[in-house]
């Protein structure tokens, strides 16, 4: 299967689509079993879960491709990476395209960040010009239609969280980078509800209705204390096709982690008790099904001698 072509499917034929950010396979395994059709590689998880580091250009490429790739071999639906300012300028950051579609990975998006680069949400952004950034999108987009037609380039604008950054200046580039041959079209916004979203969604889809926009449902926000948190279908009905919980499972893995931590410390063995009977009725209980331990079996069955089986079992 393509993924690329399934990811194009998918934010065609579908209303929306919806995932988590994930840094590890298991973690992208559990996103697929539950009927996601979609993962994305979050930079930031990656920094803070093989790193412990702030997402502030720590990552290389090298790395994000191992961890995208490994995210790729684990599971079979479309695996979205972050690919950060795509590790170098117009020319050099070619290379990375070239990387993540050998990984097999079926977008990734860019943005328009000076290096070193920042979380989206972090204060001291700092952002290219307008002329760099356009041929940087359509330097990339002009080598993906070269290496593979069907690969999909997300481009991000950062421009709202830098001095001075206007919402017409990200509508400007958004409709530039379009021009320029991105797929997607993402903008990073300041707060939850911002009514900036809705203002960008609607400038930018009167020049490009049928392109598809990406919204961070960030970790970062604290949705819950909005006076009326977002509903997806809502962000959704104003043309974001691709909704991300982009630090998600990392957050959760955090918490539970945390939490079983604590108990053991607490109590001992009670903790592992009480995970037992938590995890009960949950596939997550039996960690030999989740690595598809039968399958390995039946190959040990067929391709090992008959003596050395009678010794093992």
Not at 20 to 48: D, F, N
Not at 300 to 308: A, G, K, M, S, T
């Amino acid at each position: 299967m393509d993924r690329s072509r399934e990811l194009r499917r998918l934010l065609k034929q579908e209303n929306y689509v919806w995932t988590t950010g994930v840094y590890t396979p298991i973690q992208a395994r559990l996103v697929e079993m539950v009927g996601l059709k979609a993962v994305y590689v979050s930079g930031y998880s990656c920094s803070v879960g093989y790193l412990v580091k702030p997402d502030i250009g720590f990552l290389t490429l090298p790395e994000m491709v191992e961890f995208a790739g490994r995210v790729v071999k684990a599971v079979r639906i479309p695996v979205i990476s972050d690919a950060d300012d795509g590790y170098g300028n117009s020319v050099t950051a070619t290379r990375a395209l070239e990387e993540f579609i050998a990984a097999g990975v079926a977008a990734i998006h860019v943005e328009d960040q000076r290096f070193p680069k920042r979380c989206g949400h972090l204060a001291g952004k700092r952002v290219l010009s307008f002329e760099e950034a356009v041929l940087k999108v359509k330097s990339l987009a002009s080598h993906r239609d070269s290496v593979d037609p069907d690969f999909l380039l997300i481009a991000r604008t950062d421009v709202l969280g830098t001095k001075g950054g206007t919402l017409e200046e990200a509508v400007r580039r958004a409709i530039a980078f379009r021009d320029a041959g991105a797929d997607l079209l993402w903008a990073e916004f300041r707060r939850p509800n911002d009514d900036d979203a809705w203002e960008f969604a609607e400038r930018v889809r009167r020049e490009y209705p049928d392109t598809p926009l990406v919204f961070n449902y960030s970790s970062s926000f604290r949705w819950t204390e909005a006076k009326k948190p977002l509903r997806f279908s809502e962000i959704a009905s104003s043309g974001y096709k691709l909704i991300i919980v982009s630090m998600g499972a990392l957050h959760a893995e955090m918490m539970s982690v945390y939490r079983f931590a604590k108990a053991l410390a607490e109590r001992q063995e009670e903790a592992q008790w009480d995970l037992e009977h938590q995890e009960k009725d949950l596939p997550t209980a039996n960690h030999h099904a989740i690595v598809r331990i039968d399958d390995y079996r039946r190959l040990e069955e067929r391709f090992l001698p008959v003596d050395q089986l009678k010794e093992m079992y």
